[in-house]
């Protein structure tokens, strides 16, 4: 009997979220910047799919080693190379493609160390508040002031070249303090709510309480914040591959825009020297974008204003 | 309020000296040895050997700590590796020359933003808005060393509109009849691309904070009230309404600080411009450990003292608000 009961539970908790998700999804899909970020976020992820498949078929088209025997110097687009090649004959469709991967791979990674470690600072801070939320937030005011990129470009100085790696978790390091704020304020106020109120007299430890019962009401900002993180991530990699401190042994949109530009080739070849600024400018807006229309789905006061206006 | 400032100086000190006990602690840490990263090669051994004691290198880790301390705050970061002059002399004469495109960029991006957002949030729906938001969105969030050769490229190469890189021309400058407004011009013509770059990049976030902050205030009831009594529409929109839109951008402007330096010194590098950010990434790439280390420690101190000064203007903004 009380087993049917649960399952009836379990299946009705289902459902309300289900139906929460489909009506969610509906905000999201109404507002147009949604849209448009959603489809060029689709368009980025086929190409960093893709990536995979030139060099499959011929290493000639390897972004980083694969060299064009019959080109040795940059040309324009053909049926060959459809974007043109590089200074050494290098395929630039392909640098083109495996860009999409490292702009994935560095963007979502370090915004979800990012927002880990913000949401658990924040909730922290939040939760325990005096002398822990005071030391964790002078902590996250003064890396906040810090610029990222040229924190990373100091500590390039000091030990030489960083790995994709290395970067990545820089990155997270630094740009945690804007989340963790956010998270603060939310938990401090469901800290109010009696329902905290009442797990704690159901003796809820402190630890269940923040992970059972703040988390997941926090949960829905923080992943909000990753999408502007992810933004943030992508941007400062390709500064700091620009200025050339990124990882030699990837080939980042930024990269590619360093070999344009110190290769003196920014006058002779457009077909080189836009491509990846266009990249990098527009996964930024789509995040942006989808940013935006989140915001929307979480906050309704800015729902009602758009429809009503 | 005096207290409020000397309690933010106080806590920009305590900032900056755990910036310089990290940069202390991660350089011992890294790998290589601490003399012959400070200490230029090329000197003579006197030279270096002086260096070495006025450096305290050769003294125990501690007393090394005091005396760097001790360097720093006096200003003395040792000698550039690749200048081989003081650092401290090389950076003060950059410093002027950051400060001049930075705060222009600055102060003028965050002018035209708050501006147009009071406009777009005044024709919320209309043409105008659409036009601007979508313009807001879309520089904000172009690659700002990109935009910067896309300008280089369209004007000074292709129209040769305006000069290439640089901060001065040489015969301006070397031409003693040359007068001060002469000079000025030619800084300011060779500013103009580096300006546009930055003012592209930044306009954008200003006006958007601008136009959501002007948004809500446009709800308030002293905006009712202030149509009720039958002022024009522009008297409503520039003394009622702007005035209290414009305090999440200055608190925008300060939280944007560092991302905005981050820019300065992409956009000092693309256009040669000899500023302290330019200087830190030519530091980096020649291994210049000293000279970079005071390039950061001064565009830290910079840009928390800029912090503290947004939060001052604040204050004196927005009168309800008391420390």
């Known amino acids: 009997m009380q087993q049917a009961t649960i399952k009836d539970l379990k299946a009705k908790r289902r459902a309300l979220w289900r139906q929460r998700f489909m009506e969610n999804w509906r905000v999201f899909m109404h507002n147009p910047l949604g849209r448009i970020g959603i489809s060029l976020l689709i368009m980025f992820g086929l190409m960093a ?3 995979y498949i030139p060099p499959m078929i011929d290493p000639m088209y390897h972004p980083m080693t694969g060299v064009d025997p019959k080109v040795v110097s940059s040309v324009g687009p053909s049926w060959q190379h459809w974007l043109g090649t590089d200074f050494m004959g290098r395929d630039i469709f392909s640098q083109l493609l495996a860009g999409a991967r490292v702009a994935f791979l560095v963007g979502v990674s370090a915004a979800f160390m990012s ?24 902590l996250a005011d003064m890396i906040m002031v810090l610029p990222t990129l040229l924190v990373v470009l100091m500590l390039a100085a000091l030990f030489g070249q960083l790995s994709i790696w290395m970067i990545v978790l820089m990155i997270a390091l630094f740009r945690w303090p804007g989340v963790s704020r956010i998270i603060r304020a939310q938990t401090l106020s469901l800290k109010q709510r009696p329902f905290i109120d009442a797990a704690r007299v159901s003796g809820a430890s402190h630890l269940r309480i923040i992970f059972r019962h703040i988390m997941p009401n926090v949960l829905p900002l923080a992943f909000l914040y990753m999408t502007f993180r992810v933004t943030s991530a992508i941007v400062i990699e390709a500064g700091l591959a620009f200025l050339g401190f990124g990882d030699p042994g990837t080939v980042s949109w930024g990269m590619m825009l360093q070999w344009v530009w110190k290769t003196g080739h920014m006058f002779q070849a457009p077909y080189w020297l836009l491509p990846p600024g266009i990249c990098i400018s527009l996964i930024t807006l789509s995040f942006y974008m989808l940013g935006r229309a989140m915001d929307e789905v979480l906050d309704p006061r800015l729902r009602d204003e758009t429809q009503a206006g | 309020m005096r207290k409020y400032v000397l309690k933010r100086l106080a806590q920009v000190m305590v900032i900056l000296f755990c910036i310089l006990t990290i940069l202390f602690v991660l350089f011992r840490l890294a790998p290589g040895d601490p003399v012959t990263r400070m200490v230029d090669p090329e000197m003579t051994p006197e030279e ?22 001790k360097n720093c705050s006096t200003g003395q970061f040792g000698y550039s590796i690749h200048y081989g002059e003081p650092v401290a002399k ?12 930075f705060t222009t960029a600055v102060l003028l991006s965050a002018m035209v933003g708050i501006s147009w957002g009071k406009i777009a949030a005044w024709r919320k729906g209309k043409a105008t808005d659409l036009v601007l938001t979508i313009a807001a969105l879309v520089t904000h969030t172009l690659f700002l060393p990109w935009l910067a050769l ?3 490229w369209i004007f000074a190469y292709q129209l040769d509109w305006f000069p290439i890189t640089g901060m001065v021309s040489d015969e301006v400058w070397l031409d003693p009849t040359a007068g001060f407004f002469t000079k000025a011009a030619d800084v300011l ?30 709800k308030e009831d002293y905006i009712v009230l202030a149509r009720a009594k039958g002022l024009k529409e522009r008297d409503i929109r520039n003394k009622h309404a702007a005035p209290n839109a414009w305090l999440p951008v200055v608190t925008s402007v300060g939280l944007s600080l560092a991302f905005s330096i981050n820019g300065g010194a992409l956009t000092e590098t693309v256009f040669s411009w000899p500023g302290i950010g330019r200087e830190l990434v030519f530091a980096v790439s020649q291994n210049d450990y000293p000279l970079a280390q005071a390039c950061f420690m001064l565009i830290s101190t910079v840009v928390l003292m800029s912090n503290v000064v947004v939060d001052v203007l604040y204050a004196y903004l927005d009168p309800r608000i008391r420390y």
């Not at chain 1, 927002?115 to 002078?138: H, K, S």
């Not at chain 2, 090389?90 to 495109?101: A, D, M």
């Not at chain 2, 691309?193 to 959501?212: A, C, N, Q």
């Open chain 1, 115 to 138: 927002v880990v470690l913000g949401t658990a600072v924040g909730m922290t801070a939040g939760y325990m508040g005096r002398f822990t939320d005071t030391a964790l937030m002078r």
């Open chain 2, 48 to 69: 270096s050997q002086h260096l070495i004691e006025q450096l305290g290198l050769d003294k125990p880790i501690w007393t090394q700590y005091l005396i760097y301390l």
């Open chain 2, 90 to 101: 090389v950076i003060w004469e950059k410093l002027p020359n950051t400060i001049l495109l």
């Open chain 1, 49 to 51: 799919v893709c990536s």
């Open chain 2, 150 to 152: 896309l300008l280089v």
């Open chain 2, 189 to 218: 013509y060779h500013m103009v691309l580096p300006l546009t770059t930055l003012f592209l990049i930044h306009f954008g976030s200003y006006l958007l904070v601008m136009r959501s902050s002007m948004l809500d205030t446009l």
